[in-house]
């Protein structure tokens, strides 16, 4: 078992920045690829970003890219999604999730333990 705790969301105005933290325990931390995760009200929840074990390997969903940094720090079980030039669009739950598979994966029915969720807010 992995318990995941977001934190760090918020709200903010268009063109301002949001650091969001996911701190991880239970079971050993670089053993899982990492993602987050979004869902707007009355939208599906869609990939935002997602990193490997070793954090040598990182997707982006086009609509973040150049924006978004993921990252991850396995001496502190923890991973991060820094937000730039945040954008109304934006606002949404965000959630990360653990997938034990190697490499990346953008498919969140593949990510095996998942947060409660951070809100972040982008008004313009």
């Known amino acids: 078992q992995v318990q995941l705790v977001e934190s760090g969301g918020g709200w903010v105005q268009a063109g301002g920045s949001l650091r969001l933290s996911c701190a991880a325990s239970g079971r050993t931390f670089s053993r899982y690829a990492m993602g987050w995760f979004r869902q707007a009200p009355g939208k599906e929840r869609e990939f935002v970003a997602a990193i490997d074990r070793s954090g040598g390997s990182t997707r982006y969903a086009d609509s973040v890219k150049g924006r978004f940094t993921i990252s991850r720090d396995n001496a502190k079980n923890a991973t991060y999604l820094q937000m730039n030039s945040l954008k109304p669009e934006d606002t949404a739950v965000y959630y990360c999730?653990?997938?034990?598979?190697?490499?990346?994966?953008?498919?969140?029915?593949?990510?095996?333990?998942w947060g409660q969720g951070t809100q972040v807010t982008v008004s313009s």
């Open positions: 999730a653990a997938d034990d598979r190697l490499g990346v994966t953008t498919f969140a029915p593949l990510y095996d333990y």
